[in-house]
């Protein structure tokens, strides 16, 4: 997989990335990178992008422990299948970039 960037500015979630949950092995890394002040949290889901009913708001999302409520640069990894990635804004005006790039075949 190629690297996949996503932005939000103010208050909100990123869309969500879908994750390629057969690769084998599994393997995200993440950064995240923030520009002004905000405060966010990396979260996932095991909700699939890809039903036909797939609603963002709808789906159940887990913010990862060492990721919440954080204001600064981080970076992390996730080793375990998920379905999608996103980070959300909890508060302040500034942008957050975040980029992930799981390990495996690259088309």
């Known amino acids: 997989m190629r690297a996949i960037t996503v932005s939000q500015t103010g208050v909100g979630p990123t869309v969500p990335v879908p ?11 993440f950064g995240v990178v923030v520009s002004g002040s905000v405060t966010y949290t ?3 889901s095991f909700d699939s ?10 789906a159940t999302w887990y913010g990862i422990p060492d990721l919440t409520n954080k204001n600064s640069n981080q970076s992390g ?3 375990y299948a998920v379905a999608a990635l996103r980070l959300n804004v909890t508060a ?8 992930i790039l799981q390990s495996g075949v690259q088309g």
């Open 77 to 79: 990894n996730i080793a």
């Open 49 to 58: 992008p890809f039903t036909a009913d797939y609603d963002p708001a709808n």
């Open 19 to 29: 994750m390629d949950q057969y690769q084998s092995p599994f393997n995200v890394g």
């Open 42 to 44: 990396v979260q996932y």
């Open 92 to 99: 302040g005006t500034g942008t957050v970039t975040f980029t």
